[in-house]
């Protein structure tokens, strides 16, 4: 892999970059700068997000600036507010050692004068969303007909959210001699048409494949009745205590209610749709970013230029009408080559649309069951052990040690131990003993009895304390344990990865050769613990072959369509109606308040 020394660079944007602590380029930077820097060219460049993209278009597009002309040279377009202002920071940094380079955001929620006013001013780049900035050609406040560059970064983005209008005016104000950079996730039929309309023999870079899912990102979905939605929601943010997540609904009053009913049981949680005021936006962005919240609940448009490090999971409460809505769903995690998980909640009349965006995404998922209560309660316990064995003392508390160990002087080590971690953990055990399985019940499938065990006690469960800290996804897990104990493709099954430790399965007449030879290793130093978990994960049945249920796999999910009038990619429309009320009619019993 290159540095960015060996990407033609100048030395102030070298320095900018040292700064910031970048080491080495991403594949779209890597691929992209060299080019751009080479030729005055278009450039159609396809990566999903959190790739990098604003560097690739962001150094080349400094470095042919004249800083010294205060005319606009270069207009950035982005899909949201949002988007718009984190470019523009981006610019801002990566330009910090070229003093009279300016770069001006322009964007709906703000006063139009005062960033007419920073235009006039001098603004060689101008960072634009697409409504604001047809707004100010109307009314004569920016002159962009005589610009070199315009970049449409998350160009699908932007189509999807109605902006194609827009888009098409502005262009058609600049001159045709200008270079156009296009920087999106996927290639529809509208990126398409600008591309042919207002393009010139555009050169192509692909990271990855189009219109494919991010290698970062698994990909899961769980099977419940439709009135065990929100309690399957629940149980999956149980079983994952560090989740950083967003949730994804389809309708901004289904946004509210979900958020709403996740705060009332005690998470931290938050709803983010377009009813909401900016100021309401900023605040739970604001909260979001500083991890006060740890579930965003969002609908697609509201969530559109969301960018947050570190996502671990994004989750579909209800899938999206199309499937490349959902490729963007998934891409706000995994970022940055970060692992990430991307679950879908659906009930079995929705099962057809999971092997419609297979096809698309080229990347399988993987059927999971909802944790059961006795999973769940196994989670949260050896989470908590994790937390207390790195939690970091304050000294702050030494003076009143003399009188709490006076407290506690009869209390053997072993008796404060489970008094301890029973202050917190009695809440799950007293909540989730009564809770029944969720999982919907498939034909010819074995359920499990009332304790959470499966019927025929045929599969070992193991925990083992390696997670996800030590750089493991459920698929890389799965790939090593397969690979040091010599197993068959499928010899390892329901494999679940947490921050600190993980679970999984195999059949009973391996056990002895699972504790045998993982018990003896190390991990970077570190001894692997393995034992018998006493919950068996579920179902001990395999991945199901979901493609094989009847029916050909299609990219739309209307089966034979005779007709073949539904646009390619798309989900069926009629399956929105009756979704997105379940659980709103009291959830039971309320889980344990978060501490």
């Given at each position: ?73 270069a207009l950035i377009l982005s899909p949201t507010r949002e988007l718009c202002l984190q470019i523009t920071n981006e610019i801002k940094l990566y330009s910090k050692y070229i003093k009279s ?394 494999v679940d990865v947490k921050e600190g430790f993980s679970f999984f399965n195999t059949d009973a007449e391996h056990a002895n050769a699972v504790l045998d030879t993982l018990n003896s290793m ?74």
């Amino acid at each position: 892999m290159k540095k960015f020394e060996e990407l033609g660079l100048n030395e102030s944007l070298l320095r900018a970059i040292g700064d910031l602590g970048f080491e080495t380029p991403s594949e779209v930077q890597e691929k992209a700068i060299p080019l751009l820097l080479e030729k005055d060219t278009d450039i159609v460049a396809l990566a999903q997000t959190g790739t990098g993209k604003t560097a690739a278009f962001g150094f080349p597009l400094i470095q042919k600036i004249d800083a010294d002309n205060r005319n606009t040279q270069a207009l950035i377009l982005s899909p949201t507010r949002e988007l718009c202002l984190q470019i523009t920071n981006e610019i801002k940094l990566y330009s910090k050692y070229i003093k009279s380079l300016h770069t001006v955001a322009v964007y709906g929620g703000a006063s139009i004068t005062e960033q007419a006013r920073e235009v006039k001013r001098g603004a060689q780049i101008i960072v634009a969303t697409p409504g604001r900035m047809q707004d100010m050609i109307n009314r004569g406040l920016v002159d962009i007909s005589k610009i070199d560059f315009c970049v449409l970064d998350e160009a699908d983005e932007m189509l999807n959210m109605g902006f194609y209008e827009d888009i098409v005016s502005i262009l058609s104000t600049t001159p045709d001699e200008k270079c156009t950079w296009l920087f999106s996730a996927t290639m529809p039929q509208e990126v398409a048409r600008i591309a042919k309309e207002f393009m010139r023999k555009p050169l192509e870079i692909t990271v990855g494949h189009k219109n494919s899912g991010s290698s970062t990102v698994s990909h899961e979905f769980y099977m419940v009745n439709a009135r065990d939605r929100y309690e399957a929601l629940k149980r999956l943010a149980d079983a994952n205590p560090d989740i950083f997540s967003v949730i994804f609904c389809r309708t901004k009053r289904d946004t509210q209610v979900v958020a709403d009913k996740l705060i009332e049981d005690g998470y931290n949680a938050a709803a983010l749709h377009g009813d909401l005021s900016q100021a309401q936006r900023d605040s739970v962005m604001k909260s979001f970013r500083n991890r006060q919240i740890q579930m965003l609940v969002a609908t697609d448009v509201a969530a559109r230029g969301i960018d947050v490090d570190n996502v671990t999971h994004v989750i579909n409460y209800q899938l999206p009408d199309d499937i490349e809505t959902y490729n963007h769903r998934s891409g706000r995690t995994g970022r940055a080559g970060k692992l990430g998980t991307s679950i879908v909640i659906i009930t079995k009349s929705e099962i057809r649309k999971i092997s419609a965006i297979e096809k698309v995404i080229k990347q399988k998922f993987e059927e999971k069951t909802i944790p059961s209560g006795i999973e769940i309660c196994e989670i949260q316990l050896f989470h908590l052990a994790n937390k207390i064995k790195d939690v970091e003392v304050d000294h702050g508390i030494d003076s009143y040690l003399p009188a709490i160990y006076e407290v506690l002087k009869d209390l053997s080590k072993e008796e404060l131990i489970k008094k301890m971690v029973s202050v917190e953990f009695n809440r799950f055990i007293n909540y989730y003993k009564k809770n029944r399985d969720l999982t919907a019940q498939t034909a010819g499938k074995d359920r499990k009895d009332a304790s959470g065990f499966s019927s025929d006690g045929g599969a070992v469960r193991y925990f083992i304390n390696i997670g996800s800290r030590d750089d493991f996804d459920w698929m890389t897990l799965k790939d090593f344990l397969r690979d040091t104990l010599g197993l068959g493709r499928d010899d390892v099954f329901k494999v679940d990865v947490k921050e600190g430790f993980s679970f999984f399965n195999t059949d009973a007449e391996h056990a002895n050769a699972v504790l045998d030879t993982l018990n003896s290793m190390h991990l970077e130093g570190r001894r692997i613990n393995v034992e018998i978990s006493k919950n068996d994960g579920g179902s001990n049945n395999r991945r199901r072959d979901h493609n094989n249920r009847g029916g050909r796999r299609s990219e739309s999910f209307g089966g034979g369509n005779k007709g073949g009038g539904r646009k390619e990619g798309s989900f069926e429309r009629s399956s929105r109606r009756g979704e997105g009320r379940e659980g709103r009619k009291g959830s039971g019993d309320r889980r344990p308040r978060r501490g």
